[in-house]
């Protein structure tokens, strides 16, 4: 097979894998399995008024059964019990796709919840539960929105997967690192558990590696209550990775972008991701490019914006080839930093981007709250030693102040961004000028704290950077657990919730702080 074919099939295979009607070819339904195939449990993603999309991935491991297609049947019904069945069919769950289902919905009634669930054979899987967004010209009453990122296996136990299902979001935006591609370390002491895979670079490290994290039965109710919408970061493929660049490796060396293509097509079989992602060239490395950078309505109240920050980036502001993280570096010594051209998003989804902000005014009906969810920290962060850390936005200050041109230039009635990433959580004014405090203030910003992965900082230290950052209201990097936001057509309210302990997994929670956003006043206030 040619690599032409062989990414045509696999785009195919997505196609027919998501729709209910579909040519019996090498199709099995076994009457009995030796294992539970949905051991990996259920999802929901990118909610649409009419639809959604439906995850699985089967779990097999009777030898009878690999290497084959199975037929999957799905049903969604609007009581939990499946008295009121409303859709139902069948798809294939392929080998070429790692046994991974995605159904995108379609004729759904809006702003409704459904219930479903995949059988096999005898087998059913546990009930997910989902929702559709409003229509689009309406304005409802209410969004419950929770924010999330990066979870380190070895660092701590899903707990805040257990508080933030307890909590019943509507959408629950993921941010990136939902995996790392590390082994576990040597010295395990003070880890909340290990695991026996290895450094992943390829397909089945990926797709192992998946499978890990999706055992943990936190992280599968979070997933089964409600629909999300997921990003990546850079741990899904390796640390600090840049585009077609990585340690080690010149841009666009065969091996990086084999072990890039890898981690791509296993995000696609784990996430419940529309086959719309689906685009690029072929290539004999297999997947070039998934196009995850879209939006996402919630009728008129809510617009997001969800953007991708590593496939189409610059390489990071004086970096060395071999090094293994990008650097801090002060400005004054790297003129590269400076370069007007470089980006962090990438020309054609900065237009994209822009456009969307102009989208949200346009029209009579213009959107209450535009949301930019990204990965990592938006506002500058001046360290006391001088530094700049290259890897997030403070080493893109040109596309930074970009985006902020086009907030200013497009006036969306209010702006938030949420990201991840830094293992801590910051709470943000956002002025016109990222060079400048006293500028105008044009957005609010909150950066979520990780669901298990350690900051690797100190309080001390935080403290000492915020005394540097007066748009900076709250900075902390102790504690683990997720965002909440409630947003209604008058008010956004984020809620930071704290796990008491990472390295338990019936740890209880706790609310860290709350801070509220006032329709038409840019910037957040503590409540």
């Known amino acids: 097979m040619t690599s032409e074919q062989r990414r045509q099939f696999l785009r195919n295979a997505a196609l027919a894998a998501s729709v209910a009607t579909l040519p019996r070819w090498a199709w099995s339904n076994p009457p009995a399995l030796q294992n539970n195939p949905f051991a990996l449990g259920v999802a929901s993603g990118d909610p649409a008024p009419d639809g959604v999309v439906l995850w699985t991935r089967l779990a097999l491991t009777d030898p009878a059964q690999i290497q084959i297609a ?78 999330a990122s990066c979870q380190r296996w070895e660092h701590g136990h899903y707990a805040a997967w257990r508080h933030l299902a307890a909590d019943q979001p509507d959408l629950v935006l993921f941010l990136g690192d939902y995996i790392y591609e590390y082994a576990t370390p040597k010295t395990t002491t003070d880890l909340a558990r290990t695991h026996g895979l290895r450094h992943a670079t390829t397909l089945a490290d990926y797709r192992d590696r998946y499978a890990l994290h999706k055992s943990d039965p936190a992280l599968q109710l979070a997933h089964a209550t409600c629909p999300w919408a997921v990003t990546w970061d850079d741990h899904e493929v390796q640390n600090d990775y840049a585009a077609e660049a990585s340690r080690g490796e010149s841009p666009g060396s065969a091996a990086f972008l084999a072990q890039r293509s890898a981690a791509w ?34 009728g008129r109240l809510a617009h997001i914006h969800l953007l991708d920050s590593r496939q189409y980036r610059s390489w990071q502001a004086c970096r060395t080839p071999e090094a293994s993280s990008a650097p801090a570096v002060r400005p004054a010594d790297c003129a590269e930093l400076a370069q007007p051209q470089r980006s962090l998003l990438g020309s054609a989804q900065e ?7 102009a989208a949200d005014t346009a029209s009579a009906q213009a959107t209450r709250w535009s949301v930019i969810a990204q990965q ?24 930074r102040q970009r985006l902020l041109q086009s907030v200013a230039r497009h006036t ?4 938030v961004l949420l990201g991840g990433d830094i293992h801590q959580n910051y709470v943000c ?53 997720y965002g909440l936001a409630d947003i209604t057509p008058t008010r956004w309210s984020t809620t930071l919730r ?29 409540a």
């Open 70 to 147: 199975h037929t999957v049947r799905w049903e969604v019904a609007h009581d939990a019990g499946f008295a009121q069945i409303v859709q139902k069919g069948e798809a294939t769950a392929l080998p070429a796709l790692g046994y991974s289902v995605h159904v995108e919905l379609q004729g759904l009634q809006p702003a409704r919840w459904y219930h479903y669930r995949f059988m096999l054979g005898d087998a059913v899987s546990a009930t997910g539960r989902t929702r559709t967004a409003p229509a689009a010209g309406d304005m409802p009453g209410a969004l419950r929105v929770a924010f």
């Open 429 to 481: 004014r956002v002025h016109a000028d990222a060079a400048r405090a006293d500028s105008a203030v044009v957005a609010s910003e909150f950066c979520g704290t990780s669901i298990s992965s350690r900051s690797g900082t100190t309080q001390a230290k935080v403290d000492a950077i915020v005394r540097h950052n007066p748009h900076v209201l709250l900075a902390r990097c102790d504690q683990r657990g």
């Open 412 to 415: 969306p009635r209010n702006t």
């Open 498 to 526: 704290v796990v008491d302990d990472p390295l338990r997994a019936d740890s209880g929670a706790s609310t860290l702080a709350r801070f509220v956003v006032e329709d038409g006043r840019a910037g957040p206030q503590a």
């Open 376 to 399: 990592t920290l938006f506002s500058p962060r001046h360290y006391p030693s001088g530094t700049v850390p290259t890897d997030a936005w403070d080493g893109y200050p040109a596309a």
């Open 265 to 298: 097509q296993a995000f696609y079989e784990n996430m419940p991701l529309r086959t719309t992602s689906l685009r690029g060239p072929a290539s004999a490395a297999g997947w070039d490019t998934l196009q995850i950078y879209r939006r996402l309505r919630w």
């Open 351 to 357: 237009r994209w981007l822009d456009a969307g902000l």
